[in-house]
């Protein structure tokens, strides 16, 4: 692989990246406010037909970008009515306004446009063009340039503005969260409630503005994808998207700047996913690495109870028996022969390791203590 | 507590949520310029006034009843289990390799191995989720919702590699053996003399194993040892571990008896209707069951109804989609509604009816 294929993988791995940064900072904010969120999904499915829709009918994209927050903050508020004024379920709340954004955005576009629960395709107008840089190279000469000039042109410029605002939402989010007292009040509210009303601040007032942050980021994720990843809405597009950054949220531990690295890391995987359909790798590598998994689940539990064995040693067990039969099946090629890795593999690549993290084996991630929970004042 | 009676928290507060569901959607079907009565017309039509619209109506019937317990044993013990759609799919994988690979005399006996094999699946793919949860503390509801992903991946992987035919172009196995078909309903109905009921509807045997995992789950929830600590754990942790119930035993336990009962919705889908392992065969399944449970209050008998529910709305929701322009997705947004009103927004409608119930009180 050539320089220039790795910058084009990592320039994908940015825009593949962007509509998840937004969303994880958006449940960053709401989680850090103690409001659980797994409705990021459909936000951003709502966001992306709302954006599509009013862009495709107006030619405007700003117009699109507005309507596209307009539709997640609808969602938010509906999310805040339910977990913070009502006191109910966040979770339950969030998997209501998911279906909610699945149903409508299919239903209403299909009135609307009649396409078959799609936008028109967006034509220029409509769209966020790619923004080129300041003396970058156009993309036909680009390899003919120099590394450096290379690495600016394509990796650095040519993305959408969205992309630019997504990065510099990381800076923002870390400077409103760390360095303001509204950060302050918000980490405190999802830590103890009752401390920050004690202090005579609104923690209704506070979860609602996390809440309503969350549903401007989600939008702008959503706008996003329909205008500027892609030309126009298409049903579902938003594809586990708002699962994936929840994932990232807790792989980054609800930190602003691990959210950036993890939502690269993922993206990345996305990229790696679209450009190379074959994988080839060693089967020894293959089957040594499944079998070192195995065996070191099987020094891990050697000391455990009885639960820890069953299921840790199982696990242990079906990874070395995944290894053997690589193997065997093998042994006629070779043992240096390749075999391509399975592409559902890096597909399921950001799932496995949220749950790894999730697992604590590598470091713990700990979420807000109050983080689900509805304040109830004391009377 | 105490300010309703009881009938009025358990069929007042659904009913009005339902009720409040339904007006929105009709305001839906009214926005998009169809008669939201000659809609309803329609999917009494097709569904309750045809044979074999009863008989697609059981068929999504089944999937939601086993998805639907599924989500209320995990509710019992206080945990949200987001997992359905993904332990259904590794009970399809369950039932797929029950029926390939095992030469299976007669169906009665296949359908044995097929709710054991998928079962199994569905309680591994529960286990591990609840052994993070109990052993690690991570997070049910996020595990169970990225081990959906990870399932979808798994069933992919099968699907496109080892269990295709040679040959074949489509994601899916071989046909199972004629020996392990389960009749239908069209089968056991012309078997009893009535030749042209339920024509080529997809409702099977699996029907009657659905209604059996009701009656096993009502047991088992308020008769057995064990569901009395599942309740007592749901009810408060640290009062159920002061009584001496361990709370790893129980997450573990309630846990991988819903991955059961979601896995053995592939029985009905798989080795019932399609006869082989299909991708998607889920449909969605597994998330209706949650609009299930929060709608039935979690008890079986509650469970069956709002099934019969969702499967009329399943069915009536294709007749629309066939003979108007109203989508199918607006079965979704019913689903979204009912969890919304049922399951996020209850204190809007248990509030005026406490109110009102207590008004009533002090009159009387």
Same mark, same amino acid.
């Given at each position: 692989?050539?320089?220039?294929?790795?910058?084009?993988?990592?320039?994908?791995?940015?825009?593949?990246?962007?509509?998840?940064?937004?969303?994880?900072?958006?449940?960053?904010?709401?989680?850090?406010?103690?409001?659980?969120?797994? !409705?990021?999904?459909?936000?951003?499915?709502?966001?992306?037909?709302?954006?599509?829709?009013?862009?495709?009918?107006?030619?405007?994209?700003? *117009?699109?970008?507005?309507?596209?927050?307009?539709?997640?903050?609808?969602?938010? #508020?509906?999310?805040?009515?339910?977990?913070?004024?009502?006191?109910?379920? &966040?979770?339950?709340?969030?998997?209501?306004? $998911?279906?909610?954004?699945?149903?409508?955005?299919?239903?209403?576009?299909?009135?609307?446009?009649?396409?078959?629960?799609?936008?028109?395709?967006?034509?220029?107008?409509?769209?966020?063009?790619?923004? $080129?840089?300041?003396?970058?190279?156009?993309?036909?000469?680009?390899?003919?340039?120099?590394?450096?000039?290379?690495?600016?042109?394509?990796?650095?410029?040519?993305?959408?503005?969205?992309?630019?605002?997504?990065?510099?939402?990381?800076?923002?989010?870390?400077?409103?969260?760390?360095?303001?007292?509204?950060?302050?009040?918000?980490?405190?509210?999802?830590? $103890?409630?009752?401390?920050?009303?004690?202090?005579?601040?609104?923690?209704?007032? /506070?979860?609602?503005?996390?809440?309503?942050?969350?549903?401007?980021?989600?939008?702008?994720?959503?706008?996003?994808?329909?205008? +500027?990843?892609?030309?126009?809405?298409?049903?579902?597009?938003?594809?586990?998207?708002?699962?994936?950054?929840?994932?990232?949220?807790?792989?980054?531990?609800?930190?602003?700047?691990?959210?950036?690295?993890?939502?690269? *890391?993922?993206?990345?995987?996305?990229?790696?996913?679209?450009?190379?359909?074959?994988?080839? *790798?060693?089967?020894?590598?293959?089957?040594?690495?499944?079998?070192?998994?195995?065996?070191?689940?099987?020094?891990?539990?050697?000391?455990?109870?009885?639960?820890?064995?069953?299921?840790?040693?199982?696990?242990?067990?079906?990874?070395?028996?995944?290894?053997?039969?690589?193997?065997? @099946?093998?042994?006629?090629?070779?043992?240096?022969?390749?075999?391509?890795?399975?592409?559902?593999?890096? &597909?399921?690549? %950001?799932?496995?390791?949220?749950?790894?993290?999730?697992?604590?084996?590598?470091?713990?991630?700990?979420?807000?203590?109050?983080? !689900?929970?509805?304040?109830?004042?004391?009377? | 507590?105490?300010?309703? %009676?009881?009938?009025?928290?358990?069929?007042?507060?659904? /009913?009005?949520?339902?009720?409040?569901?339904?007006?929105?959607?009709?305001?839906?079907?009214?926005?998009?310029?169809?008669?939201?009565?000659?809609? /309803?017309?329609?999917?009494?039509?097709?569904?309750?006034?045809?044979?074999?619209?009863?008989?697609?109506?059981?068929?999504?019937?089944?999937?939601?009843?086993?998805?639907?317990?599924?989500?209320?044993?995990?509710? =019992?013990?206080?945990?949200?289990?987001? !997992?359905?759609?993904?332990?259904?799919?590794?009970?399809?994988?369950?039932?797929?390799?029950?029926?390939?690979?095992?030469?299976?005399?007669?169906?009665?006996?296949?359908?044995?191995?097929?709710?054991?094999?998928?079962?199994?699946?569905?309680?591994?793919?529960?286990?591990?989720? +609840?052994?993070?949860?109990?052993?690690?503390?991570? =997070?049910?509801?996020?595990?169970?919702?990225?081990?959906?992903?990870?399932?979808?991946?798994?069933?992919?992987?099968?699907?496109?590699?080892?269990?295709?035919?040679?040959?074949?172009?489509?994601?899916?196995?071989?046909?199972?053996?004629?020996?392990? =078909?389960?009749?239908?309903?069209?089968?056991?109905?012309?078997?009893?003399?009535?030749?042209?009921?339920?024509?080529?509807?997809?409702?099977?045997?699996?029907?009657?194993?659905?209604?059996? +995992?009701?009656?096993?789950?009502?047991?088992?929830?308020?008769?057995?040892?064990?569901?009395?600590?599942?309740?007592?754990?749901?009810?408060?942790?640290?009062?159920?571990?002061?009584?001496?119930?361990?709370?790893?035993?129980?997450?573990?336990?309630?846990?991988?008896?819903?991955?059961?009962?979601?896995?053995?919705?592939?029985?009905?889908?798989? &080795?019932?209707?399609?006869?082989?392992?299909?991708?998607?065969?889920?449909?969605?399944? !597994?998330?209706?069951?949650?609009?299930? #449970?929060?709608?039935?209050? @979690? =008890?079986?008998?509650?469970?069956?109804?709002?099934?019969?529910?969702?499967?009329?709305?399943?069915?009536?929701?294709?007749?629309?989609?066939?003979?108007?322009?109203?989508?199918?997705?607006?079965?979704?947004?019913?689903?979204?509604?009912?969890?919304?009103?049922?399951?996020?927004?209850?204190?809007?409608?248990?509030?005026?009816?406490?109110?009102?119930?207590?008004?009533?009180?002090?009159?009387?």
């Amino acid at each position: 692989m050539d320089f220039l294929t790795l910058l084009q993988v990592l320039d994908s791995s940015l825009r593949l990246a962007t509509p998840l940064l937004l969303a994880c900072l958006a449940g960053l904010f709401s989680e850090r406010a103690g409001i659980f969120d797994i !409705g990021l999904e459909g936000k951003m499915l709502a966001a992306a037909f709302l954006s599509a829709a009013i862009a495709a009918a107006t030619g405007s994209v700003w *117009l699109g970008l507005l309507a596209g927050i307009g539709a997640s903050l609808l969602l938010s #508020a509906i999310h805040g009515l339910a977990s913070i004024t009502l006191r109910g379920d &966040q979770i339950i709340s969030g998997v209501a306004i $998911n279906f909610l954004a699945a149903g409508l955005t299919v239903v209403i576009s299909q009135d609307w446009f009649g396409q078959g629960g799609r936008t028109p395709p967006l034509l220029s107008g409509g769209r966020f063009e790619p923004l $080129n840089l300041p003396g970058a190279v156009p993309a036909k000469e680009i390899s003919q340039a120099g590394p450096f000039m290379q690495l600016y042109s394509e990796l650095l410029s040519g993305h959408s503005l969205l992309v630019y605002v997504a990065l510099l939402m990381v800076p923002l989010t870390w400077f409103v969260l760390y360095k303001t007292r509204f950060g302050l009040r918000l980490r405190a509210v999802g830590e $103890n409630p009752a401390a920050v009303d004690t202090a005579g601040i609104s923690v209704v007032g /506070l979860r609602y503005a996390a809440v309503g942050i969350c549903g401007v980021l989600c939008g702008i994720a959503g706008a996003y994808m329909a205008t +500027a990843l892609q030309a126009g809405f298409v049903k579902d597009m938003s594809a586990g998207r708002g699962f994936i950054a929840l994932a990232a949220l807790i792989f980054a531990k609800w930190r602003p700047w691990y959210a950036l690295g993890a939502c690269l *890391l993922f993206g990345f995987f996305f990229a790696v996913d679209n450009r190379f359909q074959n994988i080839l *790798l060693p089967a020894w590598v293959m089957s040594g690495v499944l079998l070192a998994l195995g065996c070191g689940l099987f020094a891990y539990v050697r000391n455990k109870t009885v639960l820890d064995r069953i299921v840790l040693g199982g696990l242990g067990l079906g990874l070395a028996i995944v290894a053997t039969l690589i193997t065997l @099946s093998n042994l006629s090629a070779g043992l240096g022969s390749t075999i391509k890795i399975p592409v559902v593999f890096i &597909q399921s690549l %950001p799932y496995v390791l949220t749950v790894v993290v999730l697992a604590g084996f590598v470091g713990k991630a700990i979420p807000p203590r109050s983080g !689900g929970v509805a304040y109830v004042k004391e009377k | 507590m105490g300010v309703m %009676p009881k009938w009025a928290d358990v069929v007042l507060v659904p /009913l009005i949520s339902l009720i409040i569901a339904a007006l929105l959607s009709a305001l839906l079907i009214l926005a998009i310029g169809e008669s939201p009565v000659a809609a /309803l017309k329609l999917m009494i039509e097709g569904t309750l006034l045809r044979s074999s619209g009863w008989g697609y109506m059981l068929y999504y019937t089944t999937n939601f009843i086993f998805t639907g317990l599924a989500v209320s044993v995990a509710f =019992h013990a206080a945990l949200f289990n987001i !997992g359905g759609e993904g332990q259904a799919m590794m009970g399809g994988l369950g039932v797929a390799l029950v029926c390939l690979f095992i030469p299976w005399p007669h169906w009665s006996f296949a359908i044995i191995g097929a709710s054991l094999g998928a079962a199994v699946f569905g309680m591994i793919w529960a286990g591990l989720p +609840a052994y993070l949860q109990a052993k690690r503390g991570s =997070h049910i509801v996020i595990t169970t919702i990225m081990f959906n992903f990870i399932a979808a991946g798994v069933l992919n992987f099968f699907l496109v590699g080892a269990l295709k035919p040679k040959g074949s172009m489509d994601p899916a196995t071989a046909n199972f053996p004629a020996s392990t =078909h389960l009749p239908t309903f069209e089968d056991m109905a012309s078997l009893m003399g009535f030749e042209k009921m339920f024509r080529a509807a997809p409702a099977n045997v699996s029907f009657f194993l659905a209604l059996v +995992a009701c009656v096993l789950v009502w047991f088992l929830i308020w008769r057995s040892p064990l569901g009395y600590e599942i309740r007592a754990m749901g009810k408060s942790e640290p009062a159920a571990r002061y009584a001496g119930i361990g709370s790893v035993k129980i997450i573990m336990v309630a846990m991988m008896i819903s991955g059961a009962l979601s896995g053995m919705m592939a029985i009905n889908t798989t &080795q019932g209707e399609s006869e082989r392992l299909i991708l998607n065969f889920t449909e969605g399944a !597994g998330f209706i069951g949650i609009a299930v #449970a929060l709608m039935g209050r @979690s =008890h079986p008998l509650g469970v069956l109804l709002a099934a019969l529910l969702f499967g009329f709305l399943y069915q009536g929701g294709a007749e629309l989609a066939l003979w108007t322009k109203i989508p199918r997705e607006l079965i979704v947004v019913i689903q979204a509604l009912v969890i919304l009103f049922t399951g996020a927004l209850t204190l809007m409608v248990r509030g005026p009816l406490e109110r009102l119930f207590l008004s009533l009180r002090r009159r009387g």
